[in-house]
């Protein structure tokens, strides 16, 4: 009789994090022949066909919205389309294969060879595409990746030895995750294979850039320093190339995604609309076009329309992938959780700076024709195709502005009735720049979205906090206002000197402004001018080539909420 191969956890690095060791044994009997001539023996197997299932625990949030987890009554998913491999005692690689829908797998073996099955919290698919490569890691242990060991075990010598499975547990022991969270890094890999299948049904031919996902259960959602090889990752996050962390010696920042696992904190591993939506940030950034400057943000904040779009999107995507508009972001250990619904007109800050308004119109292009006002039902194809085309090539900024223009272009049978979702989130630009918006988040001061700047002409412009500032000890504010937009036509190649100038002393209530220049290219900075010169700011710029460019000026030295505006006038000269 075969026996159930108890698991256990272990990093690639060989660092045992469990051993579970259950007994078993299996036996049998016979009968000989009665009469006439015995049996011919059947000669010993020199190969054998080792075959099991792979599946993991996972834990779903209570029927009950904002009641949490459910870690009492995990639910047992095939760990589907993961690296497993066979090894020897020693560590020798003697099989490769991948694990299926169900999570079955099979391997073909010398008989009679102590052996060991193990699965890899990876996803690869090589050759013929669609192709990716996505990874689960340990960052608080030198990016070891996850995997799970079956206990060593001997083939025998019969042809087919069935029988082989592994079960990844939760680590619940009923009121903390006191046994090896095993599931954990399985549960992540499974809500990606989830989200990449979306973007399959839209591109079959999709080649995914590798990505890794960072885990561990002492992520901790910190305020501290920036440092994923002690834990502080602050939330869960994506980020692409050219970051660096904040440890004490600091280091680049491997891109990928960084997921939430302290218990005490917060834990991310079962938020599947979290994850999908970091997941989103990555499709965002590797298949089309991020401005988005990041930073804290909620459903109800008055945003930088690049920063409300990044998120409306990455929320949307995350309803998509799971074809459920309830998001619930579990907090408090297990006991409560977070969220709003897509299906549920928000007005809190509607508006074409509001993540809430893009995800709601989002969610309604992609879902049925359902509800008052939602006759819209295109699916996610037209949305990708609008987001590796249009949304990518865009003179302006991303933002709600050129994805709607380019939809309705695309799509001119529901061009009214993406209009019509438009209006009901009190959006009324009609091109990719905003023109014509009317809503100016009771600031009149906000509109237009862009201002014009010629070459040989001055323009003032204001940093205003009514909405808030800075978002974090790291940056500078993701907030309306927070960054005036210039829209610079250059009709030919030359140089340009672009220069913000404002107050050095302060007076009254304003204090001494601190300018900061970045001039943007389709989504490319093409000089940065962040110095801390008290006063003023200037950017110079050789071989200017004809095209759009957006100016994007802000004062860094803008805080609070509410206070003055601090104020610049910026020139463009050149020649």
Not at 122 to 140: C, E, H, M
Not at 327 to 344: C, H, I, K, L, P
Not at 415 to 436: K, M, R, Y
Not at 451 to 472: A, P, Y
Request: glycine share 12%.
């Amino acid at each position: 009789m075969n026996r159930l191969l108890p698991p256990c956890i272990r990093l690639a690095s060989s660092i045992a994090l469990c051993a579970a060791v259950l007994a078993g044994c299996g036996g049998g009997g016979g009968s000989g022949g009665v009469g006439g001539n015995p049996p011919t023996p059947t000669p010993p197997a020199t190969s054998v066909v080792v075959t099991g299932t792979v599946s993991y625990q996972r834990v779903p949030f209570k029927a009950t919205a904002g009641t949490g987890l459910n870690p009492n009554s995990p639910v047992q998913l095939p760990v589907h389309d993961a690296v497993l491999e066979a090894l020897s005692e020693t560590g020798t690689l003697l099989a490769q294969t991948t694990t299926d829908a169900a999570g079955f797998y099979s391997v073909t073996l010398n008989a009679g060879t102590n052996v060991k099955i193990r699965v890899k919290a990876q996803s690869l698919k090589t050759g013929a595409a669609p192709t990716w490569n996505f990874r689960v890691l340990n960052n608080t242990n030198s990016d070891a990746l996850y995997v799970l060991d079956s206990t060593v075990f001997s083939t025998g010598t019969v042809a087919t030895s069935a029988g082989h499975d592994l079960l990844a547990a939760s680590g619940w022991t009923g009121t903390n995750y006191t046994a090896t969270r095993a599931a954990a890094p399985f549960a992540i890999l499974d809500t990606v294979l989830r989200a990449k299948e979306l973007v399959v049904s839209a591109s079959a031919a999709a080649v995914f850039p590798p990505l890794d996902l960072y885990w561990s259960p002492t992520n901790i959602d910190s305020t501290g320093a920036l440092c994923p090889d002690t834990g502080n990752i602050g939330t869960s996050f994506y980020i692409g190339s050219g970051g660096v962390d904040e440890c004490a010696a600091p280091q680049s920042l491997p891109a990928g995604i960084y997921i939430l696992g302290a218990f005490a904190s917060d834990t991310d591993e079962f938020d599947q609309h979290v994850l999908a939506h970091e997941f989103g940030h990555y499709i965002e950034d590797q298949f089309s076009r991020s401005d988005s400057i990041g930073g804290i943000h909620g459903p109800s904040d008055r945003l930088d329309l690049r920063v409300a779009f990044g998120e409306g999107w990455g929320d949307a995507f995350s309803g998509m992938t799971l074809n459920d508009p309830v998001y619930r972001d579990s907090q408090a250990m297990v006991a409560s959780d977070f969220g709003f619904n897509f299906e549920t007109d928000s007005t809190a800050s509607e508006g074409w700076f509001s993540e809430s308004s893009v995800s709601e119109i989002l969610w309604d292009i992609f879902d049925g024709a359902n509800e008052p006002g939602d006759t819209v039902a295109l699916g996610f194809p037209p949305i990708f195709a609008v987001m590796t085309g249009a949304q990518k090539d865009t003179d302006a900024l991303t933002s709600i502005f050129p994805f709607a223009n380019a939809l309705r272009s695309a799509n001119p049978g529901a061009s009214g009735a993406i209009g019509v979702l438009l209006a009901d989130e009190n959006i009324s630009g009609t091109d990719a720049f905003g023109a014509g918006e009317g809503n100016d988040a009771d600031d009149p001061n906000l509109l237009p979205v862009y201002t014009n700047i010629d070459l040989g002409t001055q323009k003032s412009v204001c940093s205003r906090n009514k909405f808030g500032s800075k978002f974090d000890v790291r940056g500078v504010g993701n907030k309306l206002g927070n960054r005036t937009f210039l829209r610079f036509d250059n009709d030919a190649p030359r140089n340009i000197v672009v220069t913000a100038i404002g107050a050095t002393n302060g007076g009254g209530t304003v204090a001494a402004t601190d300018p900061d220049i970045i001039v943007w290219r389709r989504g490319a900075v093409i000089v940065r001018a962040e110095g801390s010169t008290v006063g003023s700011e200037t950017s110079t710029m050789t071989a200017f080539t004809a095209g759009t460019y957006i100016i994007d000026v802000f004062d860094y030295a803008l805080t609070g909420t509410n206070t003055a505006s601090r104020c610049m006038t910026v020139s463009v000269t050149g020649s």
